[in-house]
């Protein structure tokens, strides 16, 4: 499988993994929280007007974005994303849901790409 990275963004973007504390089903114990940080490549762009108009007004209020990065990234609901934007200024945001995976990259290049709908931590 190849890569897609030519439409990357140049800046620097990190994956926080993110699995939530919980009980231990088999002695009761509680599992403490666990965040994994991982530097990706990935594309991040604002959403279009039409994009925007079939969204819940609460999440656009606070901030949407989109993030395009290769399937084998396995980004999930719930996971963050830290980008440090070109004037250096970091922000973070949290993965709502996958908005679709492009079929015809991955049948044309090899290349598995998934975009994902992001709206800003707050």
Request: with cysteine.
């Given at each position: 499988?190849?890569?897609?990275?030519?439409?990357?963004?140049?800046?620097?973007?990190?994956k926080?993994?993110?699995?939530?504390?919980?009980?231990?089903?088999?002695?009761?114990?509680?599992?403490?929280?666990?965040?994994?940080?991982?530097?990706?490549?990935?594309?991040?762009?604002?959403?279009?007007?039409?994009?925007?108009?079939?969204?819940d007004?609460?999440?656009?209020?606070?901030?949407?974005?989109?993030?395009?990065?290769?399937?084998?990234?396995?980004?999930?609901?719930?996971?963050?994303?830290?980008?440090?934007?070109?004037?250096?200024?970091?922000?973070?945001?949290?993965?709502?849901?996958?908005?679709?995976?492009?079929?015809?990259l991955?049948?044309?290049?090899?290349?598995?790409?998934?975009?994902?709908?992001?709206?800003?931590?707050?």
């Amino acid at each position: 499988m190849g890569t897609f990275d030519i439409f990357d963004s140049p800046r620097a973007v990190k994956k926080i993994a993110v699995t939530i504390g919980h009980t231990d089903q088999s002695n009761g114990n509680w599992i403490e929280p666990v965040e994994v940080t991982t530097n990706i490549k990935a594309h991040i762009s604002d959403m279009s007007l039409k994009e925007l108009s079939f969204m819940d007004p609460a999440i656009v209020s606070i901030g949407t974005r989109k993030l395009a990065c290769e399937a084998s990234v396995a980004m999930k609901p719930d996971d963050r994303v830290l980008i440090i934007e070109l004037a250096g200024e970091e922000s973070e945001w949290i993965v709502v849901q996958k908005m679709y995976a492009s079929n015809l990259l991955s049948k044309v290049a090899g290349v598995s790409r998934e975009s994902f709908l992001l709206k800003r931590r707050v």
